[in-house]
T-cell receptor
Framework: EAQVTQNPRYLITVTGKKLTVTCSQNMNHEYMSWYRQDPGLGLRQIYYSMNVEVTDKGDVPEGYKVSRKEKRNFPLILESPSPNQTSLYFC?????????????FGDGTRLSIL | AQTVTQSQPEMSVQEAETVTLSCTYDTSENNYYLFWYKQPPSRQMILVIRQEAYKQQNATENRFSVNFQKAAKSFSLKISDSQLGDTAMYFCAFMKLSTGANSKLTFGKGITLSVRP
């Protein structure tokens, strides 16, 4: 089954404790990105990747890192999480950067930083 | 920069009736895509419908259709014969058409739709 898989689905942690949210897709997609969803703000892009070893900042990259060592994986790293990073996170992928390719979203990761 | 505005935070509709969700956007681009995504309580992001700005014909997908007014920068979603399963948050989103660049979706704040039995 074609899908984007995020782990974990839920995480409660404390300020400053490094964490990684994994994202994996099995569709051989070139383009992957991360969004965060906050009430009243919709979804905002954090980082994106157009292919292996090619990543760039989205609209709200502060406090996050990403890597794209393999085509299928695009982890989101919070080196020193803070409470303002408490949010719902989505990974998305598409076949290429051509806009007529639909974006597939993962099921979301709910992060709570205490 | 593009902006997407959904001014209604929530709406309610009776089952089997029709409801229209509003969306306006601002852009200086001429070529772009517009989308409506549905987010049910399960939190999944589900693509409902897509409209290419260069197409004059409004997109339709079964009970879902859009009213795309390019000059007015308006993109509303009409849901006909509303069903209980349509209860969800709906997001309007914009994507610039530029190959080889970031396929970023710019989202509105969302609207919560409740379908009453």
């Amino acid at each position: 089954e074609a899908q984007v898989t995020q782990n974990p689905r839920y995480l409660i942690t404390v300020t400053g404790k490094k964490l990684t949210v994994t994202c994996s897709q099995n569709m051989n997609h070139e383009y992957m990105s991360w969004y965060r969803q906050d009430p009243g703000l919709g979804l905002r892009q954090i980082y994106y990747s157009m292919n292996v070893e090619v990543t760039d900042k989205g609209d709200v990259p502060e406090g996050y890192k990403v890597s794209r060592k393999e085509k299928r994986n695009f982890p989101l790293i919070l080196e020193s999480p803070s409470p303002n990073q408490t949010s719902l996170y989505f990974c998305a992928s598409s076949l290429s950067v051509i806009p007529n390719q639909p974006q597939h979203f993962g099921d979301g990761t709910r992060l709570s930083i205490l | 920069a593009q902006t997407v505005t959904q001014s209604q935070p929530e709406m309610s509709v009776q089952e089997a009736e029709t409801v229209t969700l509003s969306c306006t956007y601002d852009t200086s681009e001429n070529n772009y895509y517009l989308f409506w995504y549905k987010q049910p309580p399960s939190r999944q992001m589900i693509l409902v419908i897509r409209q290419e700005a260069y197409k004059q014909q409004n997109a339709t997908e079964n009970r879902f259709s859009v009213n795309f007014q390019k000059a007015a920068k308006s993109f509303s979603l009409k849901i006909s014969d509303s069903q209980l399963g349509d209860t969800a948050m709906y997001f309007c989103a914009f994507m610039k058409l530029s190959t080889g660049a970031n396929s970023k979706l710019t989202f509105g704040k969302g609207i919560t739709l409740s379908v009453r039995p």
